[in-house]
């Protein structure tokens, strides 16, 4: 038991490393910021207490609409016996490295 909680520890911190590469060449900035918009459509998180799919310990969310202080979502769950749904809501208060927001959903 102890060994499959540290292989989920090491692969939810192998994927949650973000790598921002360099863009060398771009003609179009209008290009980076759809490619950008698409993957800030689309979050997957490892592990519980995710704020927006709750106790899943794999989630999945899409955001429906997003504008700078809100966001709606739709996503999905597993848990260890069950699947979760959820639909809702992010407001943020302010946005920054610590940024301060609300969620509600169900």
């Known amino acids: 038991m102890k060994r ?7 692969i939810g911190l192998a994927l ?3 790598d921002k590469p360099d863009t060398v060449g771009v003609d179009n900035n ?6 950008n918009d698409i993957f ?3 979050n997957l998180s490892i592990g ?11 989630g999945y969310t899409y955001n429906i609409k997003q ?9 999905a769950g597993t ?8 639909a809702g809501w992010k407001h943020y208060y ?13």
Do not use: C, N, P, W
Not at 30 to 35: A, R, S
Not at 79 to 86: E, P, Q, S
């Open 48 to 58: 519980m207490f995710d704020d927006k799919t709750g106790f899943s310990f794999i």
């Open 30 to 35: 209008q290009d980076i910021i759809e490619k």
């Open 40 to 42: 800030r459509k689309h």
């Open 67 to 75: 504008t700078d202080m809100d966001e709606y979502f739709i996503g």
């Open 79 to 86: 848990m260890i016996v069950a699947f979760t749904g959820t």
């Open 16 to 18: 949650g490393q973000v």
């Open 4 to 10: 499959f909680l540290l292989l989920l520890l090491f």
């Open 94 to 106: 302010k946005k920054s490295k610590l940024s301060f927001y609300s969620v509600l959903s169900g």
